[in-house]
């Protein structure tokens, strides 16, 4: 790969290739395999990565809304496709690309046959999803009875999911509540599976989950971080490789005299000599203000670059001081070192909400 001159994020799908083997190595060979790739795959490049996994890995994708599984649609993404969290308003157009929502509200459900029976459909692949502890989506168990007749009501529907989603399988401390939630939907599920007439399949692990409750994969399991090179714990790390390299360049070089300070509101004052570099991202870019200040570090030839000062719209500063480097040269934001999850605790956030929240400004180079 030629140096960087520019911010780009890097996409490498033999990294991706090897987190997917990995985490199809912790399931038994008939387990399904849904590659989760909403907001973009976690900010990577959602069109690309489906295309990548449809032909081998991926027996199911997840978005979270419906114009996100419209544009995998639009790009030619044919394998079935769960939205996550639809909106009653884009109900038509989900049905129009063939998208399978999830439906988690009797009001939901309600609204959706309603539309589904509207435009003539005829069992209508949908996924209910129950709520066994994070409180967040879901129908509960009272909801089953009022389930079962309008489903029993209506020919335009057929389940062929029922799931739920785990609120700290990364967190062996609260073993004891996903056990619980596992035991939850094993209970909901069977009730409605005594009484529907087909069997739907089952699923509720996440990545952590695929890596922590073997015995809870049910029919599938839906990973989004561990492609993305995340196991969530040091030991899982081991075994992943993150995809995603954030690379810029060193657009100028400053020799900061003792007692100049630094970036907007002057929020560094020298006390020391020093030397900076100013690099071409910001918090347009997704390196939000936390960052700065000598929280957040970068990497130039593989050695520790702090922020120095508050992160611009569109640059930061960076201290080199100890750094042999000149203009032009590459700079590593995070990739192998450090990783975007050691970025990310620099400002107190995780992988996930780092990756996602790069900007689309940003240009993304695949590498296959
Ligand atoms: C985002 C999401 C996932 C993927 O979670 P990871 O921790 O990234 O593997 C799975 N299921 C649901 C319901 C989600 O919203």
Redesign the pocket.
């Known amino acids: 790969m030629p140096k960087a001159q520019e911010t780009l994020l890097e996409i490498d799908l033999k990294a991706l290739e090897h987190n997917v083997t990995y985490l199809k190595s912790r399931l038994q060979p008939a387990t399904k395999f849904m590659a989760?790739v909403?907001s973009y795959a976690y900010g990577n490049a959602a069109v690309d990565i489906a295309k990548h996994l449809e032909t081998q890995h991926a027996d199911y994708f997840?978005v979270a809304y419906t114009y996100e599984g419209e544009q995998l649609r639009t790009s030619g993404i044919t394998k079935p496709i769960l939205v996550?969290h639809p909106q009653a308003i884009s109900f038509n157009i989900l049905i129009e690309h063939c998208l399978e929502p999830n439906l988690y509200s009797l009001k939901v459900l309600k609204e959706f046959v309603a539309t589904a029976e509207n435009l003539n459909q005829k069992n209508y692949p949908v996924h209910l999803k129950f709520n066994t502890g994070l409180n967040r989506l879901g129908f509960s168990e009272a909801d089953i009875p009022e389930i079962l007749s309008l489903l029993k009501n209506t020919e335009a529907i057929k389940v062929t999911s029922l799931f739920s989603?785990m609120g700290a399988s990364e967190d062996l401390n609260e073993k004891e509540f996903t056990v619980k939630q596992i035991k939850t939907f094993k209970h909901v599920t069977h009730l409605l599976l005594k009484q529907l007439p087909y069997t739907p399949m089952l699923h509720m692990c996440?990545?952590?989950g695929i890596l922590n409750y073997p015995g809870a994969h049910f029919d599938m399991v839906?990973?989004?971080?561990?492609m993305y090179g995340f196991g969530n714990s040091e030991k899982e790390n081991s075994h992943f490789k993150p995809i995603t390299t954030l690379k810029t360049v060193i657009s100028q070089i400053h020799q900061i005299p003792i007692g100049d300070s630094v970036g907007y509101n002057r929020g560094h004052i020298s006390n020391a000599p020093l030397t900076t570099a100013t690099l071409p991202l910001g918090h347009a870019d997704g390196i939000g203000r936390e960052y700065g200040n000598g929280k957040g570090f970068v990497a130039i030839n593989g050695q520790k670059a702090p922020i120095v000062g508050n992160t611009c719209m569109d640059m930061i500063m960076v201290d080199i001081t100890t750094i042999d480097c000149n203009e032009g040269d590459e700079v590593i934001v995070f990739g192998d070192y450090p990783t975007a999850e050691e970025f990310a605790a620099t400002a107190n956030t995780i992988s996930?909400e780092l990756l996602t929240g790069l900007s689309q400004r940003i240009k993304r180079i695949v590498l296959k």
């Open positions: 989760v909403k997840a996550l989603h996440n990545t952590s839906r990973s989004g971080i561990g996930y």
